[in-house]
């Protein structure tokens, strides 16, 4: 029988500060943590039984919620330090494939240089406006009329190495919004250079500003040789859901879908865990970083994790005996932390599948890349070189 992972990204769920959340002014962030402690009567109990409420900065906090602790893990559980200098969803990302970002992105805190807006408009033929680092519903809310009276084009930046473009799609179709995004991702290289350019359609619903589920990321090609490429190029399929694809610029995946939400990225898991190849499902579900994490809105947040929550047997029902599921996070944003953006912090390791051992603990693993390591030596592919392999510390017979 054909061997799968099924690797979930629950984006920005963070379990704790990172040992060099100093260096990130992020000592003190706990995404769930937060979470936890705003939705004391959170119901993540499939979640529980893999482990995430065992771990080191969250255990006090459930437990001081007198939230019941699960008295079995159903699989193998630990937490994942980043060695990347990033906390970005690209950084996150590719470390999880086996490639580590040395150098840290280059961001726009003040703004992007007036000699590339100035060139940008011209090559768009159109004006901008805004050009701060600021939260994207914020800047909507703020110059969304002026932009719909006008036609000039919103953009923003925020703390990550991004170009964000809004635009109300019945003032600028989207087909439109999408060829200035692709302008702006031509020009956003050398000394410009900036990870990824996104398109932030909006459009207004009952007189507010709403967006609307068609944003699309132009990012950098993978500065490496990702676990992605190994798998596609050994005849694996990479079957990417969600935003996924965009993160890696379309390189090393087999078969690309796209998701409205995470109900429907779910959705999407299920349909192909139903489908007969052999491969890493990889799956990216946004709404928690972008929805609540960067609008801080803990209670939303928790809403979001609950509704996964229910959905996890589903996925488990339909795991065949060989696969493994992995759920884990590229990043946090804690919404209850000062300003905005990402934090810098662990990210949880929850492991489950038929033969993946109970109540076994994994440690503070030293990268992200031990799931690429992991994966690798799974389906018996090359590997980047970075991270170790936990797979004979999570299968039953060792092997």
Not at 78 to 90: A, H, N, R, V
Not at 235 to 259: C, H, L, P, S
Not at 261 to 288: P, W, Y
């Amino acid at each position: 029988m054909s061997k799968r992972i099924v690797l979930i990204i629950m984006d920005s769920v963070g379990v704790g500060y990172g040992k060099d959340a100093d260096e990130f002014g992020d000592m003190g962030s706990n995404t769930l943590g937060s979470i936890i402690r705003e939705n004391p009567r959170l119901k993540i109990d499939n979640l529980k039984s893999m482990g995430i409420l065992n771990l080191e900065k969250i255990l006090p906090i459930a437990q001081q919620a007198k939230i019941k602790m699960s008295e079995k893990i159903i699989g193998s559980y630990g937490q994942m330090s980043e060695l990347s200098k990033g906390k970005d969803t690209t950084t996150g990302h590719l470390e999880i494939a086996g490639l580590e970002t040395s150098v840290p992105s280059k961001t726009y805190a003040d703004g992007f240089p007036k000699e590339f807006i100035e060139e940008f408009e011209k090559r768009i033929g159109r004006k901008t406006m805004g050009n701060i680092s600021i939260s994207g519903v914020e800047i909507i809310e703020k110059l969304g009329e002026e932009h719909e009276k006008t036609g000039n084009i919103i953009v923003y930046t925020s703390a990550d190495s991004v170009f964000q473009i809004a635009a109300n799609v019945d003032i600028i179709p989207l087909e439109e919004l999408y060829r200035i995004c692709q302008i702006a991702r031509e020009m956003l290289i050398g000394k410009w250079q900036c990870d990824r350019v996104i398109a932030r359609p909006y459009r207004r619903v009952n007189g507010k500003p709403v967006r609307t589920p068609d944003r699309h990321d132009y990012a950098l090609d993978p500065h490496g040789t990702t676990l992605l490429d190994i798998l596609k190029n050994s005849g694996k399929e990479v079957y990417a859901i969600g935003k996924i694809a965009d993160i890696f610029n379309n390189r090393g995946i087999t078969q690309r879908v796209t998701t409205k939400d995470n109900n429907d990225g779910i959705s999407k898991t299920i349909q192909a865990l139903k489908m007969d190849f052999e491969g890493l499902i990889f799956v990216n579900l946004v709404d928690f970083d972008s929805k609540y994490g960067h609008r801080r809105d803990p209670r939303g947040y928790g809403e979001a994790l609950e509704q996964f929550d229910f959905r996890i047997p589903e996925i488990m029902k339909n795991l065949r005996d060989d696969d493994i599921l992995i759920i884990s996070a590229d990043h946090g944003n804690d919404p209850c932390f000062k300003g905005f953006n990402h934090t810098r912090e662990n990210i949880p390791l929850l492991v489950y599948g038929k033969n993946i051992k109970e109540n076994n603990y994994l440690g503070i693993r030293d990268t992200f890349a031990d799931i690429s390591a992991t994966a690798s030596e799974y389906f018996n592919v090359d590997k980047t070189g970075l991270g170790k392999s936990f797979l004979s510390e999570i299968l039953i017979d060792g092997n």
